[in-house]
């Protein structure tokens, strides 16, 4: 899986101030996001403050996507996910940020909701959304900075998404990587047929050319069907 290849887009709704939108484009660059939704912002998307904030993000500022109603904005995404501290009285399931990270790796089309700054989403955003991700915070004071909570979000997703990856890699490498015994068998049959066809020319640079051919198939990390047919080659091309 590549990082930079997912289905994970951010969906601001009713964003309040200018600068939390620049901030909010800086913070999902920092994690390789770069797809944003708006829906209804109450400043024009020209507004002067919104550039100097995303600091270098500028083509996600003039990438987004805009829209007047909420609906229009997430109808092709197949899981929204609210961002909120508070349910009030609609109900939803809470969603870890590792089921979260896997719900993007089987490229359904996920979006993460944030609401206004001033009281978060309502009622008529969260019945939309199938899960709620909270951000674990200060009982007591649990408002977030719009772009701090994108911020987190990003980094938790991001952080998910490696940690799955490289899981991924070792169990690759595990299961795929022939023994160092096949490949010291391999070598020593490409050593007699390339003496045998006169490929070292100079005596004197056999051990060091041998040593280049041997670097050159260690960077391949090969598994035992790969030496096999290796193997195979060899003897087919010198009968």
């Known amino acids: 899986m590549s990082l930079k290849k997912n289905f994970f887009e951010v969906v601001l709704v009713n964003t309040q101030l200018p600068e939390n939108m620049g901030a909010v484009a800086r913070s999902m660059l920092n994690f390789n996001y770069e797809k944003l939704r708006v829906v209804n912002p109450r400043f024009s998307l020209e507004n002067e403050k919104i ?12 990438n987004i996507k805009k829209y007047d109603h909420f609906e229009d904005a997430v109808r092709d ?7 909120t501290n508070r349910l009030r009285s609609i109900k939803k399931k809470e ?7 896997k719900l993007i790796k089987t490229k359904k089309k996920v979006g993460v909701v944030f609401g206004p700054e001033n009281n978060g989403l309502d009622n008529d955003h969260l019945a939309v959304c199938d899960y709620f991700i909270r951000i674990k ?4 004071f649990s408002s977030l900075n719009l772009s701090h909570a994108v911020i987190i979000v990003c980094q938790k997703i991001y952080e998910k998404l490696c940690i799955d990856l490289k899981s991924e890699r070792a169990k690759q490498f595990k299961n795929d990587f022939a023994k160092k015994s096949e490949l010291f068998g391999f070598y020593q ?33 090969l598994s035992s069907k790969e030496i096999k047919t290796l193997v195979a080659m060899l003897r087919n091309l010198t009968q």
């Open 51 to 62: 550039i100097p904030l995303a600091a270098g993000a500028d083509k996600i500022i003039k």
């Open 77 to 83: 995404f197949n899981i929204l996910i609210a961002t």
């Open 95 to 101: 969603i870890t940020f590792s089921n979260l990270a």
């Open 137 to 140: 915070t200060n009982p007591s």
């Open 189 to 221: 049959i490409l050593e007699e047929k390339l003496d045998e066809s006169n490929f070292f020319l100079v005596k004197e640079r056999k051990k060091i050319t041998l040593q280049k051919i041997k670097n050159i198939f260690g960077k391949i990390n």
